[in-house]
């Protein structure tokens, strides 16, 4: 399984921000204070975009969803 969610290590706060507002509960908290959250349950994204959405860090790239080719049709049209 791919990983559905990329976080950008070099900008990561490790705020859990993501981890609180996923809908169907794919991360798990970093145990290290500031690092960066595991996708532990990949095959249950969604690919939403709240984690995305609710990262105060989007805008420089912390958050990357990554839609798997044979879904992005269905998920660019919502």
Same mark, same amino acid.
């Given at each position: 399984?791919?990983?559905? %969610?990329?976080? *950008?290590? #070099? ?9 609180? %507002?996923?809908?169907? *509960?794919?991360? @798990?908290?970093?145990? @290290? &204070?500031?690092?960066?959250?595991? %996708? $532990?349950?990949? #095959?249950?994204? +969604?690919?939403?975009? $709240?984690?995305?959405? +609710?990262?105060?860090?989007?805008? &420089?790239?912390? %958050? ?5 080719? $044979? ?5 660019? $049209?919502?």
């Amino acid at each position: 399984v791919h990983p559905p %969610v990329l976080f *950008d290590e #070099e900008i990561c706060t490790g705020c859990n921000l993501c981890v609180e %507002v996923c809908p169907m *509960d794919i991360f @798990e908290a970093s145990p @290290e &204070k500031g690092g960066v959250p595991r %996708v $532990a349950y990949p #095959e249950e994204c +969604r690919y939403c975009g $709240a984690c995305w959405r +609710r990262c105060p860090y989007r805008e &420089k790239g912390c %958050v990357q969803i990554v839609v798997p080719p $044979a879904m992005r049709l269905s998920v660019l $049209a919502g």
